[in-house]
């Protein structure tokens, strides 16, 4: 009975080490666990959870209506640019074939919408003349010269380009 008394110690301690054992690794589980939820909450200083929450609640709600400001500013911009000159287009040209030089010009400047002016300028042995014709939605109320109409053209097909 003696063999039997000592397998019966000798499996009590295998018992005990694995459970010792078992009861080591769930302690540093343990640890590491705590030492990560205190992490999430904000460190040693944080308080409860609830109070965690609420905080984060208030920083979120606080970015919430700043991005709703920033959008509503955007969009303004949006509007504003549209509006601002966009699209140029200049082109020379020689009214009179007895002066030198491609002296005169048009001149097209167009916003978001291809509207805007046409400015041309004329120039002659006598002088300069400069006229100056509106555009909404890439026409306007006025004929217009074969030069007004290039400048124009040119000044339609431009699109401003990002960065």
């Given amino acids: 009975m003696e063999i039997g008394v000592t397998r019966l110690v000798y499996i ?40 965690t929450l609420a905080e984060h609640l208030a920083r979120v ?8 400001q920033l959008n509503t500013e955007y969009e303004r911009l949006v509007i504003t640019n549209s509006l601002a000159s966009q699209k140029v287009s200049i082109v020379r040209f020689n009214p009179f074939g007895d002066t030198g030089g491609d002296q005169s010009f048009s001149l097209a400047v167009l916003d978001a919408h291809d509207s805007g002016y046409v400015l041309t300028s004329i120039h002659g042995r006598q002088g300069t003349r400069v006229y100056v014709k509106p555009v909404d939605y890439a026409k306007s109320k006025y004929s217009l010269s074969a030069e007004e109409q290039q400048a124009l053209a040119q000044a339609i097909k431009r699109v401003p380009q990002l960065p």
């Fill in 12 to 51: 009590a301690l295998l018992i005990a080490v694995i459970a010792g054992t078992a009861a080591v690794v769930v302690f540093i589980q343990l640890n590491q666990l705590k030492k990560r939820f205190s992490a999430a909450l904000g460190g040693e200083e944080a308080g409860s959870l609830e109070t």
């Fill in 61 to 68: 709600e606080a970015v919430d209506q700043r991005l709703t």
